[in-house]
Structure formats: structure tokens, C-alpha cells
């Protein structure tokens, strides 16, 4: 017999995919916050929101960059060498 864990229909299903979440803050971030929410006219969260998203955004890109600068050197280093040299 299988025991089943009494905890795991605390939380239901259909929470999960938008959960809260806590972020603390402190007095430079209140401010920064609360400065960019009034000039933007956008709420708190969406403010957080969306930098947190072009932060995973930029950090996509950079990857992207390298991978490409990695496979462009082994496909043209040698090249690359031989104009360096000349």
C-alpha cells in the first residue's frame, strides 16, 4: 500500500502556475520602486517584472553572442591568424 503524503493537496493545482512570491526589499529599492511605478505609470510588480525579464533577455543574447563568436574562430581563426600576421 502506497501511502500518499497529506500535505500535498494543502496547496491546489491551479495556484502553481502564477505563485506568489516575497521579495524583500530595502530602502533603496522602496525608493527606486516607487520612482519608476510613478513616472512609468505601472504597478510595483510590473515594474519587477519586466526587469526581470529583459535581465534573462540580455543574458540570452550575450550566450547567443559567444556561442556564435566560438563558432565563428573555429571556422575562421586561422584565417583570422594569418590577416593578424600579414
Do not use: F, K, N
Amino acid at each position: 500500500m502506497v501511502r500518499r503524503d497529506p500535505s500535498a493537496d494543502a496547496i491546489p493545482v491551479w495556484y502553481h502556475p502564477t505563485m506568489a512570491l516575497t521579495l524583500r526589499t530595502d530602502e533603496e529599492l522602496e525608493r527606486a520602486l516607487d520612482a519608476l511605478a510613478s513616472s512609468e505609470g505601472l504597478s510595483r510588480q510590473e515594474i519587477i517584472r519586466r526587469a526581470v525579464i529583459e535581465r534573462y533577455e540580455r543574458s540570452r543574447h550575450r550566450q547567443r553572442v559567444t556561442d556564435s563568436t566560438e563558432r565563428m574562430m573555429q571556422r575562421w581563426g586561422d584565417v583570422l591568424d594569418r590577416l593578424g600576421s600579414a
